[in-house]
């Protein structure tokens, strides 16, 4: 049996050692000293100083409540689509064009309809999960109306003070200061520290590092120029679109070869970036610059408002957008792109590679559209007055609702822009068709509305690698938010509600459809507005406008391509949050009670403040953080990022001397993560749990993983220290992430119980009574000492503990749990076992022969909780080569001469020339085949090299495995 038996081996010998070294000379290490954080108020004004509103929120009723309440003062059934990841509603109305939601204003609010749209909001702030208005919400704006006069209030979500991205709320009054809608996204019960360690500099430097080492291609590293936005870096919070929640810094940078408008988030308390978004949009005074065939944007200036140019590419685009924008302001009296008339500019003749020049953008950093000449698949851009069209209503959406361009939020992002760009063009469906050069290109367009599939074209197996795009739900690309996967498919999942919107114009007309898209862009959808979002604003706009007739017609083209909602659906399920590490318990379940004459002696043991701990880090990382807890609000988090080598936290706990026995317990919780190209090729992340002296020289390992062993979840470790009675121990968690690595390893509920009298601490509770956890002693045969670091794997029922090491590795379908033996040998295992069963067992330790015994471990049915079993193994031989005049000869040394077991000594000899490397390792070379040393070695040798040696004979002896001994009971 190899040592590789030992899958996600501990190596505890290294970690040792690395652990001695950290816990030793960590002061000395980096440039300061470490001393407990002085982050007194770490969270402020977020969770502390909210506690009386908290209070009020645990007496509102749920969401559900509320509609419930709300939907009896309405009289009526309403609308309402809930969100199905934080459990409160996306979209609240009436369900016919007149139905209005039920408020009585104030005599203060009446006549002020901002007063009206706040006041609707705190009486129903259960359903939005809100604590207060003033403390949850900041009014961003009030959109214009020139449509129906109405009045919109865009309010954006705070915390602490602090604006959380993408999430806004808009309140919808009519001409009568009545509510008619509510639509958007909250993210509700946020729990952040709000002070960030990380320094608005360093996340700069650390967003640009990453946009040149993980973002970029190697052929656009060696070309890209970047200029850093510092006036746009802002502190706010991000929820990822996986649901958790960071305090980030934002950061803005641009790009040109490649072109690129950058936003970086990074995390605001830790050297690491979470999330970047590219969201260059690619394919009145009007002014129109040239760049002259390079990447400087704006250019030289080529056309001013009523002049005109000889540059044909230049003029188009002067032209063009002088069209587009009579459209918008002829047909919804829009003045410019942003509606305040600011200039429309435009460059053209951009790009100095292929890859700039094929391509049109918006660039809403600098408020500009670009054009390239085109090339290989393209005319110069201009010449497309959809193409025009196209970017100019991106810059219409950068100033209204603000789609985030990635994900369903994109890909909404790109179809208005595609929509405004096919109805500006005459209605003809079709996007590019005046220059696009086909052939090559496959199709006389870039995109079909009417056709997204392209003649069949689009594959939905394959759907970056080809043309065409999908045209229903059935079809959609699950595709990742990044860069190289287009954002999450923004220019591929855009044709879902592109045939929805084709759809919608074939029943009721251009112009109404129009009208219609363009009220349910600039009132109605928010920047994580998702397709369905899409569905309740369309339909919203068309009942506002023209009635419930219209409305139906376009619930039912979105219903053709897959996108459909119920008018009172079912209650929302759960938040889905099934991809982060599982939350624990969230302090729902108290600790269990101590038995009498035992008190737990580490102070702060929760994280729940800053007090106690000391924190070694090299940066501004802050370690104790709300990312994870298990239960309360705060955990202890080390690692999660690849810019500190090493992070320590440990405590100084005195052990009274009279303690009878003193156990450590904690809840630990490794996540696995890579990062960028270096993530690819990135060596095991550590983490490890010591005993100290104050001196930090290393007196036990408790536990030590590698990170690959993370499967986000929480599990609870406990180990005897009862040898350390009387002394003053460091206690130390430890975390070593190599370059790439980014994982984490969260720990909570630390207790360390010293019991002077009665009874000591107990197993941990089972789920149920048919459960025991398996405690024991693994000892030197010989030496009836402890074996530091031995392992016990225990088999799932039914499997052979033989077979499942014939292959020297073990699965997790093969092994039910694990147990790891402490300084005195002792162990507990990780996971309680089933009661009436035999189960076959390994036991392995570093210089000792395995153990592999099949139902050897019998359970009984009334076994008690912890169950007993103990092993004693016997040491391993010893590997040592010899040279003779032609050949070297390996010795394997086995036990004792008392071993009746085993022979004392196997001699092997191997042809191999004298001139080799002599190998100086445990783990030898032979004939350029790996080998290991232990039991397994003997018959290794002999079936990969049976060639004896005449001179000195062939093999004399092979080592007999010994005898295993497991007792139980």
């Known amino acids: 049996m190899k040592f590789s038996l030992l899958i996600k081996g501990r190596f505890v010998p290294l970690v040792a050692i690395a652990l001695v070294y950290v816990l030793a000379m960590g002061m000395l290490a980096w440039p300061f000293s470490p001393t407990h954080s002085s982050l007194r108020e770490p969270i402020g004004r977020g969770l502390q100083a909210s506690s009386a509103l908290e209070q009020d929120m645990l007496r509102q009723p749920s969401p559900q409540g509320a509609f419930t309440a709300l939907t009896a003062r309405a009289g009526e059934a309403l609308h309402i ?23 009585t204003p104030t005599a203060a609010e009446i006549g002020k309809p901002l007063a009206i749209a706040r006041g609707f909001l705190d009486e129903n702030r259960a359903l939005y999960g809100l604590r207060s208005v003033d403390e949850d919400l900041r009014l961003l704006r009030q959109e214009p109306d020139l449509q129906l006069a109405f009045s919109h209030f865009r309010f954006s979500q705070i915390y602490s003070g602090l604006p959380v991205f993408g999430r806004e709320i808009v309140v919808h009054l009519d001409a009568d200061d009545r509510v008619v809608a509510v639509n958007g996204q909250f993210q509700p019960q946020l729990a952040l520290e709000t002070t960030p360690t990380l320094s608005r500099a360093r996340a700069e430097e650390l967003a640009l590092r990453d946009l040149l080492a993980n ?62 978004i590219d969201s260059v949009m690619p394919v009145m005074r009007r002014i129109t610059y040239s760049a002259d065939n390079t990447t400087r944007i704006p250019g030289r200036k080529l056309i001013d408002e009523g002049e005109r140019s000889r540059d044909p590419v230049a003029q188009a685009a002067h032209d063009g957008a002088g069209i587009v924008y009579n459209f ?27 890859e700039d020049s094929e391509n049109a953008a918006w660039i809403g950093d600098l408020q500009q ?53 096919a109805l500006i063009d005459e209605g003809n469906w079709e996007i590019g068709e005046t220059v696009i050069k086909s052939p090559p290109y496959p199709r006389p367009y870039l995109r079909s509305l009417r056709d997204p599939n392209a003649g069949g074209a689009y594959d939905p197996f394959n759907p970056l690698g080809g043309i065409g795009q999908p045209a229903s739900m059935s079809e959609f690309a699950n595709l990742p938010a990044s860069r190289r996967a287009d954002n999450g498919g923004v220019h591929i999942n855009s044709g879902i509600p592109n045939r929805a919107a084709y759809l919608v114009a074939q029943v009721i007309g251009n112009d109404r459809t129009a009208q219609i898209y363009y009220r349910a862009l600039t009132q109605y959808l928010t920047p994580t507005s998702s397709f369905l979002d899409s569905l309740n604003a369309s339909v919203r706009a068309a009942q506002d406008l023209y009635g419930d007739g219209e409305a139906g017609s376009v619930r039912e083209a979105f219903g053709q391509v897959g996108i459909v909602t119920d008018s009172v659906p079912d209650t929302p399920a759960l938040p889905d949050q099934s991809t982060l590490p599982d939350s624990g318990q969230g302090g729902q379940v108290p600790a269990p009670a101590l038995p009498a004459g035992c008190s737990d002696i580490v102070l702060n043991g929760g994280f729940e403040n800053n007090d106690a701990w000391v924190q070694v880090v090299r940066g501004d990382t802050a370690l104790i953080d709300t990312q994870l807890p298990y239960t309360g609000r705060r955990s202890a988090w080390l690692g999660g990022t690849d810019q500190e080598a090493v992070q320590l936290l440990y405590q100084d706990v005195s052990i009274p001397a009279n303690a009878t026995r003193v156990t450590v317990d904690y809840w630990r919780l490794i996540h696995y993560e890579t990062s960028g190209v270096l993530g ?20 036990a390992e408790l536990e ?98 033989s077979q499942a090491a014939a ?108 001139g080799a490397a002599v190998p100086t390792d445990r783990r030898t070379t032979i004939l350029g085949a790996p080998l290991r040393c232990g039991q397994s070695l003997a018959r290794q040798l002999l079936a990969r090299e049976p060639v004896p040696d005449r001179r000195y004979g062939a093999v004399q002896r092979v080592a007999r495995a010994a005898r295993p001994a497991v007792t139980a009971g």
């Open 81 to 103: 689509s809930w969100n199905t990841h934080t459990g409160i509603p996306d979209f609240l109305s009436g369900i016919t064009a007149d139905a209005r939601l039920p408020y």
């Open 215 to 276: 973002q970029l291609e190697p052929f656009e590293q060696t070309t890209v120029a970047h200029q850093l936005q510092p006036a746009a870096t802002e502190l706010i919070v991000y929820i990822h679109h996986d649901g958790a929640a960071y305090l980030a810094w934002k950061v803005s940078i641009i790009t040109e070869a490649p072109l690129g408008r950058w936003t970086f988030f990074v995390h605001a308390r830790r050297e690491a970036v979470i999330h970047s």
């Open 328 to 354: 918008y302001f002829e047909n919804f009296q829009r003045n410019a792109i942003d509606g305040q008339g600011s200039p429309l500019v435009s460059t053209v003749h951009y790009g100095s590679s292929p």
């Open 369 to 421: 559209m670009i054009y390239g000449d085109g090339g290989q698949i393209f005319r110069p851009l201009p010449y497309g007055l959809d193409v025009v069209g196209h970017e100019f209503t991106h810059g219409v959406i950068d100033s209204s609702s603000r789609l985030i361009y990635e994900l369903q939020p994109g890909a909404l992002n790109e179809s208005y822009a595609d929509v405004f760009g």
């Open 680 to 699: 690819i090729f990135a060596s095991e992340a550590r983490f490890s749990t010591a005993i100290a002296n104050t001196n930090g020289d290393v007196l």
């Open 704 to 801: 030590s993983f590698e990170s690959s062993q993370g499967d986000d979840n929480w599990r609870q470790a406990q180990v005897d220290i009862s040898r350390f009675a009387g002394k003053t121990v460091r206690l130390a968690f430890v975390s070593e992430n190599p370059p790439g690595n980014v994982s984490s390893y969260f720990v909570d509920d630390v207790r360390m119980i010293a019991c002077t009298t009665g009874d000591s601490p107990s197993a941990p509770p089972t789920a149920n009574n048919d459960l025991v956890f398996v405690q024991g002693a693994i000892t030197d045969v010989n030496t009836r000492r402890g074996i530091p670091g031995a392992q016990i794997f225990i088999m799932q029922p039914g499997v052979s503990a």
């Open 807 to 914: 292959d020297d590795n073990l699965t997790a379908n093969e092994v039910l749990t694990v147990g790891t033996a402490d300084r005195q040998g002792l162990f507990q295992t990780e996971r309680p076992v089933p009661r009436g069963q035999s189960y076959g067992v390994i036991v392995f330790a570093r210089g000792y022969r395995p153990i592999v015994a099949d139902g050897e471990m019998n359970v009984p049915a009334n076994a008690s909780n912890p169950y007993r079993v103990d092993a004693q193994l016997r040491r391993g031989g010893d590997c040592k080569l010899y040279r003779t005049r032609t050949h070297y000869a390996l010795a394997i040394e086995g036990a004792e001469q008392n071993d009746t077991y085993q022979s004392r000594c196997s001699l092997l000899y191997l042809r191999r020339p004298v």
